[in-house]
């Protein structure tokens, strides 16, 4: 199947609405506020959570929505919203991948802890103990496929917390290659327990949900836990500033996603590519693969006399919900202003308004093709009252079937073949009574036809 274009994803992808709206905006705000307060706990301890960086502007292409971003957020995934924008990448690949793996069917999916929980104010410990599990991991990646054939894919690490400190564990991701007894299965497990350490871990079958392997690597308070009163442990809002800040050093630039084996080669041979959902013609919605554009390398020299960046355009998202619920580019801007003084700042005006009538012409467009359909699709529920039925006309019944056998009668005949015509023969003095008969023909002429 050929990858697909940046342009033909916005273009299909722009205009539907999505289930859930507002379960789906209280999730976002939940997420934002959490993301919001671990950040300024951060920086009360002196780590940097924001990024320095001058004010950018999220305009909606088909609502028009406006959303003045103050300051994006370090690349740090102990922050949720960073951690979710990685999560939903990785989870799309992972699941394109099992979506078109022969053995897809069979994975399955472990858990394996580290032992003890570890104070936090232990410095280098909670490092020290992940360091330990993920080289026994490695070895156990390399042992498991050479001696029961079982290949891993990846690891997602996961935090949680309590009074006595942190309780690190990994998800891993896994499938036989071939079928293993009771016995040799038994053995599997109790290798893969030494192997790992002499830690508990528990295998929980066949993968039915990816995010339960997937997850974000500290649980919020949010998710059902809302503070720490009776609760066996809480999530990483809930710590405090100092807390929060030995947490950071010792989970800072760590692999919390690793994959390895086939996946880990099959990520870097499509390392130019990118995972997206596709709404096809008929309303379903499929993984896809997209190339990924190009970003062109802009002049980052400083402007001429120290001017302000009016309107200057720095990316176009793929559709994702807006506020509202329906699927829309996004283009982030740089200085946004609607009464611009300079001739970039007018231009990029004018290219910003260009982008809006484009999607909302494809949105127009998507509707339309949604909301047919919709209407012209089978009905799941059935008429509770049923149709009477009207006693059908006996004669005009039997007068339609005499004229159908008839029809087909007459296809089925044979066709008679049709005698060929005979040229009309002419004798010499007929030929010689022709006003055209040329005169110059003899009687031993061998164009002459003889007659009997």
């Known amino acids: 199947m050929a990858c697909l274009t940046y342009e033909q994803v916005l273009k299909q992808n722009t205009g539907y609405k999505c289930d859930n709206v507002e379960e789906m905006n209280d999730k976002r705000v939940r997420l934002s506020d959490a993301t919001r307060r671990m950040a300024d ?18 305009i909606g292409d088909v609502s028009g929505e406006i959303t003045q971003s103050m300051g994006r957020y370090r690349n740090l995934m102990l922050l949720p919203e960073v951690a979710k924008r990685v999560r939903s990448e990785t989870i799309k690949q992972l699941s394109y991948f099992i979506q078109n793996h022969p053995q897809g069917k069979y994975f399955r999916y472990l858990v394996a802890t580290s032992g003890e929980r570890v104070p936090l104010e232990d410095a280098g410990a909670l490092r020290e103990r992940r360091s330990k599990l ?52 038994q053995e599997f497990l109790r290798f893969t327990r030494q192997r790992l350490g002499n830690v508990w871990q528990k295998d929980n079958g066949i993968l039915r949900d990816i995010r339960e392997a997937v997850k974000y ?14 609760a066996e442990s809480w999530g990483a809002d809930e710590l ?52 990924k554009p190009k970003r062109s390398r802009t002049n980052k020299k400083p402007l001429a006399g120290g001017g302000r960046a ?10 994702q919900p807006s506020s509202d619920g329906v699927f829309e580019p996004k283009t982030l801007v740089l200085g946004y202003t609607e ?39 089978t009905p799941t529920v059935q008429n509770p009252e049923p149709e009477k039925l009207i006693k059908p006309n006996r004669t ?57």
């Open 217 to 230: 690597i500290c649980k919020l308070s949010g998710d059902g836990q809302p503070d720490k009163e009776g």
């Open 134 to 185: 993920t080289r026994n991991f490695s070895r156990w990646v390399y042992d498991a496929k050479e001696r029961f054939g079982v290949r891993v894919l990846c690891r997602s690490d996961e935090y949680t917390f309590n009074a006595d400190g942190a309780h690190y564990h990994t998800n891993c991701i896994y499938y036989p290659t071939r079928l293993l007894s009771k016995d040799e299965w």
């Open 339 to 377: 009464n611009p003084s300079t001739l970039c700042g007018k231009s990029g005006l004018h290219l910003i308004q260009s982008n809006q009538e484009q999607a909302r012409e494809w949105a127009r467009v998507n509707q339309a093709r949604a909301s047919f359909i919709v209407h012209n699709s």
């Open 240 to 291: 405090s500033s100092s807390e929060l800040a030995c947490l950071h050093r010792e989970t800072y630039r760590q692999k919390h996603f690793q994959p390895v084996g086939e996946f880990a080669d099959w990520l870097r041979d499509n390392d130019d590519k990118k995972i997206v959902n596709l709404r096809e013609r008929d309303g379903s919605v499929s993984l896809r693969l997209m190339d």
């Open 396 to 452: 005009l019944a039997i007068r339609r079937y005499k004229l159908e056998k008839q029809r087909k009668q007459e296809a089925n005949k044979p066709r008679q073949r049709q005698k060929p015509r005979r040229p009309k023969i002419l004798t010499p003095r007929q030929v010689a009574s022709l006003s055209d008969f040329p005169g110059d023909w003899f009687e031993d002429d061998p164009r002459w036809v003889r007659v009997g």
């Open 310 to 319: 009016e309107n200057v355009i720095v990316h176009r998202t793929l559709p």
């Open 41 to 58: 706990r951060l920086e009360m301890q002196g780590i940097q959570a924001f990024d320095a960086g001058q004010v950018m502007t999220e």
